[in-house]
């Protein structure tokens, strides 16, 4: 009998409450999370979990967001990881930022379950599709 592993996602938020959040909406979804506050613990954890998504916030006291994507995506051990931000930061400029730094994808806060959920799923499985869809 085949059992599968569950899919591991690191979120890297400073905000406690709001890691916290995020932590149990991705526990729902059926993920092994691991929690980051940011700044180089970040790339510590990545490096050591190598998990299969990572979440994280760009208005971070430490290392931005960008500083911070920019630093993944240049580390080979943990280049491959998709990334998705979720942040307040909404402006069109912001997204672009985000975008071109190397996120995967990105939602603005608020942000609901469904729709972290489907954004996570997509970066995880991209040719599998939203099983919840429909």
């Known amino acids: 009998m085949e059992t599968t592993k569950p899919k591991t996602v690191v979120i890297i938020e400073d905000e406690p409450d709001t890691l916290d959040m995020f932590a149990e909406m991705m526990h729902l979804g ?44 240049n580390d080979p051990r943990i280049s491959h990881i998709p990334v998705l931000v979720v942040s307040a930061k909404a ?27 489907k954004a996570v799923h997509e970066l995880v499985e991209p040719d599998q599709g939203d099983p919840t869809a429909g």
């Open 30 to 73: 059926g993920f092994q999370v691991h929690k980051s506050y940011g700044g180089p613990d970040a790339i510590d954890l990545l490096v050591e979990v190598q998990p299969d998504v990572a979440v994280m916030d760009i208005m971070m006291p430490d290392l931005t967001g960008i500083e911070l994507l920019r630093i993944i995506r």
């Open 91 to 117: 402006l069109p400029l912001d997204i672009h930022r985000g975008m071109d730094a190397g996120a995967s994808g990105y939602l603005t806060k608020p942000v609901t379950y469904q729709d972290l959920k």
